[in-house]
């Protein structure tokens, strides 16, 4: 069986504790594709690269049977509070 949602959850999970991790499967529940948008302190300090490098080393099991792996979002804790801040703001 392939890689699951709440598997690639429970490890970034686990490996990074995101104050904020959304996973969506885009593979149509075969897990070979995921989504992936994550707030963690691991982050600070760190450009984009580096911080897809983090996902992806955290990762490095699940890799191996995911085809696709999209980080639609990457930031840090304070990144995310004020992204949500001018999302919030603007509706």
Not at 1 to 23: D, F, I, N, R
Not at 32 to 52: C, N, P, Q, W, Y
Not at 83 to 88: E, R, W
Request: charge should be neutral; proline fraction near 2%; aromatic fraction near 4%.
């Amino acid at each position: 069986m392939g890689v699951t949602k709440e598997s690639v959850e429970a490890t970034l999970t686990q490996k990074l504790q995101p104050t904020y991790l959304k996973v969506i499967d885009t593979s149509g529940g075969c897990g070979a594709s995921f989504d992936v948008e994550i707030a963690t302190a691991a982050f600070v300090g760190k450009r984009m690269l580096e911080r897809h490098r983090v996902v992806n080393t955290a990762l490095t099991e699940e890799i191996k049977d995911i085809h696709a792996l999209s980080i639609r979002k990457a930031l840090t804790p304070e990144q995310w509070q004020e992204q949500n801040a001018k999302t919030t703001a603007a509706a």
